[in-house]
């Protein structure tokens, strides 16, 4: 049951007035069932998994709240560490792994036997694992009390908006929600609505609809020209921003109607004028996971410049692993290690270089200059992300670092499958989702929802049209979210 | 590589440019009209027109034959004018918000 189907339609309606009508003291017990249910629409064979992982970091974060012998405390932590991290590498990356291992002696002339399990990925294992453990090391870090009712710790882990693919949220912010009991606020439920709307229209117009496109590269790696693999990147860079943002902003709709607030994933990442800053903009729930649970006790940028380079890379590294358990990843995280290590290390000689120009680093033309350099930058790196496999990576490489374009540009448009109607109604989707991002920015500002909120009230009932539009013209409602595999 | 037609009809212009102004009117209500009830009837009003103008645009467009992906483009473009006016307008009370706040 994914957002974009149409049982959800069906379910999520239910449930807000399920929340709504409960007496106070069930509304709880009522959304960790709709969030089981939720997540066994998915893999009912695989929710001892989810259980498993939430019973043992609830076990364990109560053993070190408890203990005040430092030795016992460290060895719960790093048991619930190896448990639950063992559980994320056998399911995601032991047929990767193994793999690798057997591509490796292959390559030195030897004959392994291919060691490959036939494992399902649990879907949001990734999520709901980080989720975990950030509750734990912060109850280890004396930062969040333990919550002793397991069942109301299971709906921390497994509430339904954010459980498949975030945002991976904090105990600190979601948990106090959870307790309180939310009574049905217009003001929640428009915001809330229009959170969704703007989600469903990411998702369902923009991200469903360029992806034909993007695939039509991709998928043909052999047959692609350069200009066309430039095309088809800046794309993919647009779907999966859709995509995922739209996820998120489906899931931070949902939670808001029902009065609960999720922290913002995304902030108008394309707008950033530095791959540094592009992290802090792009998927800001994994950043800040990163940044609170890795980096900083990794030394972080207090052991000088060499041990920051190493942690900054290790970082990237292990993110891009996250991302999927393949070598496109781990490149694609490690291109954007190197683009944060070499932008951190030139930084002030560039700004330096700027003032003997006679620029300033904050006027218009450098910052545009900056922004387009980055989306260039990280596009390039969306490339790996994208690729199906290693070859295809370095087949779509080659091509694009040939000589000449291949083939003409109305040739390759055509190849790609787009008309002049498509290209008009891309342009107008990207457009149109440039101001709906910035509309829901002011809808979030405190001050917001002043004079003319009542006559957006138009502009969304035109977006649901879209969306009916939409979906008779894709027939149904079947594209997956791509962090879904995360 | 042109293959689009509904633009030649200029009914369905007429009815999109119509639609248009009306959205103007309805957000510019907000912005201009002072008096807040009299903003309040008068933007609802000129919502339920375009509302039912647009009802009527989609069923102009099945009794004309137009072809689905046109439709959608038409529904497309009217998204994109109707967020761009709403955009601009919004954007503009940004700034008076802020301006007034500076004055202050």
Not at chain 1, 264 to 293: C, G
């Amino acid at each position: 049951m994914t957002f974009n189907s149409w049982e959800f339609l069906l379910f999520y309606p239910a449930v807000a007035l399920l929340y709504f009508v409960l007496p106070k003291k069930t509304k709880w017990i009522m959304l960790l069932i709709a969030s089981y249910f939720f997540y066994m629409c998915y893999q009912a064979e695989l929710v001892f998994l989810i259980v498993g992982t939430t019973l043992i970091s609830w076990i364990a974060s109560i053993i070190i709240e408890e203990n005040d012998n430092k030795l016992i405390r460290r060895l719960c932590l790093t048991l619930t560490l190896v448990v639950c991290f063992g559980v994320l590498f056998f399911y995601k990356y032991f047929n990767f792994l193994s793999g690798s291992v057997t591509g490796l002696i292959e390559y030195f002339g030897g004959t392994p036997s291919s060691v490959e399990l036939d494992l399902i990925l649990p879907v949001g294992i990734s999520f709901y694992t980080f989720q975990t453990l950030s509750y734990v090391i912060d109850v280890y870090r004396g930062d969040v009390k333990c919550e002793r009712n397991f069942f109301f710790y299971a709906l921390f882990v497994s509430f339904f908006p954010q459980l498949v693919a975030g945002p991976i949220e904090r105990p600190n912010n979601l948990m106090p929600q959870l307790k309180e009991a939310h009574k049905f606020d217009y003001d929640n439920f428009v915001k809330g609505g229009k959170h969704m709307l703007v989600g469903f229209f990411k998702k369902v117009c923009v991200a469903d609809y360029i992806a034909v496109f993007v695939n039509s590269v991709y998928n043909n790696a052999d047959e692609a020209s350069a200009l066309g693999i430039i095309i088809a990147t800046l794309l993919f860079a647009v779907q999966i921003y859709c995509d995922f943002s739209g996820y998120t902003d489906i899931a931070i709709g949902c939670a808001r109607i029902m009065g609960i607030k999720l922290m913002k994933n995304f902030d108008h990442p394309y707008t950033a004028t530095s791959v540094k800053e592009f992290w802090s903009r792009w998927h800001i729930s994994l950043s800040s996971w990163f940044k609170d649970y890795l980096y900083i006790p990794l030394g972080g940028n207090r052991r000088g410049k060499a041990r920051q380079i190493f942690n900054v890379m290790v970082v990237f590294l292990v993110s891009g692993l996250w991302h999927g358990a393949a070598w496109t990843f781990v490149i694609w995280g490690a291109l954007h290690g190197v683009f944060q290590v070499i932008g951190t290390l030139t930084w002030k000689k560039r700004n330096a270089l700027l003032g003997k120009m006679g620029f300033s680093e904050k006027s218009v033309g450098i910052v545009l200059l900056r922004r387009f350099m980055t989306v260039l930058l990280v596009s390039f790196a969306w490339l790996f992300f994208r690729a199906n496999s290693m070859s295809d990576a370095a087949v779509l490489l080659k091509k694009l670092f040939s000589t000449g374009w291949g083939v003409g540009f109305t040739e390759t448009l055509s190849a790609m499958g787009l008309t002049l109607t498509s290209i008009i109604m891309s342009v107008l989707l990207i457009l149109t989702l440039f101001m709906v991002d910035k509309l829901l920015h002011y809808d979030d500002s405190p001050d917001g929802s002043a004079v003319l909120t009542r006559g957006g009230s138009f502009v969304y009932f035109i977006w649901i049209v879209m969306f009916v539009w939409a979906i008779l013209l894709s027939k149904s409602m079947s594209g997956t979210f791509i962090y879904f595999q995360f | 590589m042109l293959d689009l037609t509904f633009y030649k009809d200029v009914f369905i212009v007429l009815i999109l440019a119509s639609a248009l102004v009306l959205h103007s009117g309805a957000a510019a209500c907000g912005f201009f009209v002072k008096k807040v009830e009299l903003s309040k009837i008068l933007n609802t009003g000129l919502t339920v027109l375009n509302i039912l103008l647009h009802l009527f645009l989609i069923g102009f467009m099945m009794y004309r034959g137009v072809r689905l992906d046109e439709a959608v483009l038409v529904i497309l473009i009217s998204v994109f004018f109707h967020t761009l006016i709403y955009f601009v307008i919004h954007t503009l009370n940004e700034h008076r918000k802020k301006e007034g706040g500076d004055e202050a």
